[in-house]
């Protein structure tokens, strides 16, 4: 499921909660229709996530350039293979998912730094992640995005984001602009994290889940892998961490107040 093949299916919604009451970017419109949002506009945008049926169900929710004005002009699942088809394609926003392989959403940023400073066509990237963790958020947005929303947003609503990103407006699902407020009121920079620097950006989202409760077949679902690969997951995290068991491992995260 982590390849950049073209979408081969539709899916009918944007992530797994879609269409769900309230969770639309903040001050997007609520228009029934995509193309309410934008009538006669167009903007190119490149899909970055590394799972396949996602990006296959934001191009059918959003892709439909005749009704929503947004044509995606390429996709990637990695690092490496994003570069390569925003510097191809040179699209106005692009949707970027904060965890991937190859360093993460923040890779990404760094090496697309010069198309984001380009004067007269610059790239704009809009972070779309299941995350909604402060430190991921955070990131992002001191790499370049313009905003970020979380996977539970609507087709409507992203379509909006898209388009108000592409005008240069900073967007952000509820709430999560908070810690961006809070991080930038401060003149210090955050504290490093020395044991949370050790773990793998997949292992960081398997701790905040494991944090929060779920259970391993919950996480191997909602994170699109095996309930074996949570289980290495956990437990590399558990010997990075010096952590004996689940219950350390959740006091661990709260006490960062990653949960």
């Not at 350039?65 to 044509?71: A, D, I, Q, S, Y």
């Not at 996709?75 to 360093?103: F, K, M, N, S």
Request: aromatic share 4%.
């Amino acid at each position: 499921m982590s390849d950049a093949n073209e979408p081969t299916g539709a899916a009918g919604a944007v992530g797994p909660n879609a269409g769900a009451a309230g969770a639309g970017a903040a001050g997007a419109g609520s228009a029934a229709d995509p193309a309410a949002s934008a009538p006669g506009r167009r903007v190119r945008v490149v899909l970055v996530d590394d799972h396949r049926m996602f990006r296959t169900g934001v191009q059918a929710e959003i892709g439909q350039t005749e009704r929503t004005g947004v044509e995606v002009v390429g996709e990637a699942a990695d690092v490496d293979q994003a570069v390569t088809v925003i510097t191809a394609t040179r699209p106005e926003v692009v949707l970027l998912d904060v965890h991937l392989p190859g360093g993460g959403g923040v890779e990404v940023l760094r090496r697309c730094s010069p198309l984001m400073a380009d004067p007269e066509q610059p790239v704009r990237f809009l972070a779309l992640s299941v995350s909604d963790a402060a430190e991921d958020v955070i990131g992002v947005i001191r790499g370049g995005a313009r905003g970020y929303v979380t996977k539970t947003i609507t087709g409507t609503d992203l379509v909006d984001s898209v388009f108000r990103v592409q005008d240069g407006d900073a967007v952000f699902s509820p709430r999560l602009a908070g810690f961006v407020l809070d991080a930038f009121a401060s003149t210090d920079a955050p504290p490093v994290d020395e044991d949370l620097d050790r773990l793998t950006q997949r292992e960081r989202e398997v701790l905040r889940l494991i944090a929060r409760g779920y259970a391993y077949k919950e996480i191997a679902k909602q994170l699109f892998i095996s309930v074996k690969t949570v289980e290495s997951h956990v437990s590399a995290v558990l010997r990075k961490l010096q952590l004996s068991n689940r219950h350390e491992l959740t006091r661990w995260a709260t006490a960062r107040r990653l949960v």
